[in-house]
């Protein structure tokens, strides 16, 4: 299993970018995938979840700003950022695993838990 993101760039407050991720190898429809981000010098956090019943999920911190879809036969994620703030200013990971593990990860912040990781896209919200 490979996982690429990618859109990550500096981008003005206010602003709009949209990351995607790509994950390759994976076995079965079974597989749900993610965002995640992490600050420098803070923890790592949801951002928002695909799963595989095509129901998804937004932290609620970022919805009505970020919107998170994803085309199942390309097997990718995006994450749509609008009226971006200094404070999303992040590195922003991609994830895929079992739905299950991955909801499980995502909802317990038990970032330990999925398996297939990115290598992350570097956000750069620019006052």
């Known amino acids: 299993v490979e996982v690429v993101e990618s859109g990550g760039e500096v981008v003005p407050v206010g602003g709009s970018l949209r990351l995607t991720c790509i994950a390759s190898?994976?076995?079965?429809?079974?597989?749900?995938m993610a965002w995640f981000r992490q600050a420098p010098g803070k923890e790592r956090e949801g951002v928002a979840i695909?799963?595989?019943?095509?129901?998804?999920s937004v932290a609620d911190a970022l919805k009505g700003r970020f919107t998170i879809s994803k085309d199942n036969a390309k097997k990718t994620l995006y994450l749509q950022m609008n009226s971006l703030k200094p404070e999303d200013t992040a590195m922003y990971y991609c994830?895929?695993?079992?739905?299950?593990?991955?909801?499980?990860?995502?909802?317990?912040?038990?970032?330990?838990?999925?398996?297939?990781w990115g290598q992350g896209t570097q956000v750069t919200v620019s006052s």
């Open positions: 190898g994976l076995p079965n429809d079974e597989y749900a």
């Open positions: 994830a895929a695993d079992e739905k299950l593990r991955l909801r499980d990860a995502y909802v317990s912040r038990r970032y330990d838990r999925p398996r297939y």
């Open positions: 695909a799963h595989t019943d095509g129901s998804t």
